[in-house]
């Protein structure tokens, strides 16, 4: 009996070096383009903490996938995939890319796409990496099914239905996962709706009528999703009969030298918001503003904002109401296995849940004042 133990135990550890060398290498191939080689692999042990031998079978399982090219003397390279079809390879493809993929790794979109491709092995299936750009002619697409010889696919958040119609007219086998648009056939998986509403129904309930909006619009760029939840804003404040000033909607920046002065605009009206809805990736410049204009968040001033997981590294932790990037990989991935080859699948989203944290003050039902004396200008 012991001795069985001891080996079930032993067999566990070596499936976890496994996962984990699969996962290092998958996240070294997402930073990869065609052609490009992998680190040395004296680096990536020092980088990973794996050893050798367990690299070493991670890589030859997926030159054998054609995924990778080992070559003598050279090194390993991301394989340009024009040998044959393999059918266990999906290709997880940043669609209508506008640098989502270049942002912090911390951020929703590379959080769903990491663990995407993390998930594959577990799947059963070997996975890469594909971007195009939104600038990119749709044409792109079917360019890269053929060059690739891509069998299966998870299209990340394309912006428009046409990019899904050209895997189908290819037979290809894929999924969309959070289109910037609303899909008429599956598998999908989308944007639980109301995700505005939630947060600003917790901000409501907890006093605030003076409710700001950092919203995502941006013009010329289609996405219906964020018109939706901009429109989910103005239609709480018009249902309660709450005032909107023109200050309190501000639209999102990554340059301090834009959204500060655009804060400070909202912050000097004639009757400041006593909060605000954001997204968990500008939390970061909000929190940087309010430091420097001695703001006190959760107590001069609330702050929730929609996340793909719990928020970590801010003080106070931020209120946040969570569209669970977890939840919506184990989605995608179910999907996907169940579905045919096109058109044959669900539409779903995840649950959306609230996470309290410590951002948002409780205000004298119904009176909007602040919670302390922070004066109306900042």
Not at 317 to 330: F, G, H, I, L
Not at 354 to 371: C, D, I, N, Q
Request: glycine share 6%; proline share 5%.
């Amino acid at each position: 009996m012991r001795k069985r133990r001891k080996m079930n135990h032993s067999t566990g550890k070596n499936a976890l070096k496994r996962q984990k060398a699969e996962a290092y290498i998958q996240m070294k191939i997402a930073q990869l383009n065609a052609g490009e080689a992998l680190p040395p692999i004296r680096q990536m042990i020092a980088e990973s903490g794996i050893g050798r031998n367990v690299l070493e079978n991670c890589i030859a399982r997926l030159a054998a996938l054609k995924i990778l090219e080992t070559r003598d003397r050279s090194g390993i390279y991301l394989s340009d995939c024009s040998g044959e079809q393999d059918e266990r390879i999906i290709d997880v493809i940043a669609c209508s890319e506008i640098g989502y993929m270049s942002a912090d790794p911390n951020t929703y979109a590379r959080e769903l796409v990491n663990m995407l491709l993390r998930q594959s092995a577990p799947n059963g299936y070997a996975s890469r990496l594909l971007r195009v750009s939104y600038y990119a002619p749709l044409e792109e697409y079917r360019e890269l099914i053929r060059r690739y010889k891509i069998r299966n696919a998870m299209l990340i958040m394309p912006h428009c239905c046409e990019i899904g119609r050209i895997f189908e007219a290819e037979n290809v086998k894929h999924i969309v996962v959070l289109p910037r648009y609303y899909p008429s056939q599956g598998p999908a998986v989308i944007d639980a709706p109301g995700m505005v509403t939630r947060m600003m129904q917790y901000l409501y309930e907890h006093g605030h009528r003076r409710i700001g909006l950092m919203h995502t619009v941006d013009l010329g760029f289609l996405s219906l999703t964020d018109l939706l939840r901009r429109e989910e804003y103005y239609r709480f404040m018009s249902e309660r009969n709450l005032r909107v000033l023109p200050d309190w909607v501000v639209h999102y920046s990554t340059d301090e030298k834009v959204l500060f002065p655009r804060l400070d605009a909202m912050f000097g009206s004639s009757e400041p918001p006593t909060a605000l809805v954001t997204f968990d990736w500008i939390l970061k410049y909000v929190y940087d503003y309010c430091k420097q204009k001695s703001i006190a968040v959760g107590r001069d001033f609330s702050i929730i904002a929609a996340s793909g997981q719990e928020p970590a590294g801010f003080v106070p932790v931020p209120a946040a109401v969570m569209n669970s990037v977890r939840d919506t990989v184990e989605l995608a991935w179910k999907l996907f296995l169940e579905s045919g080859t096109t058109g044959n699948g669900s539409i779903d989203y995840v649950d959306l849940r609230t996470f309290e944290g410590e951002s948002v003050a409780r205000l004298p039902a119904g009176t909007g004042k602040r919670a302390s004396g922070l004066p109306a200008r900042c």
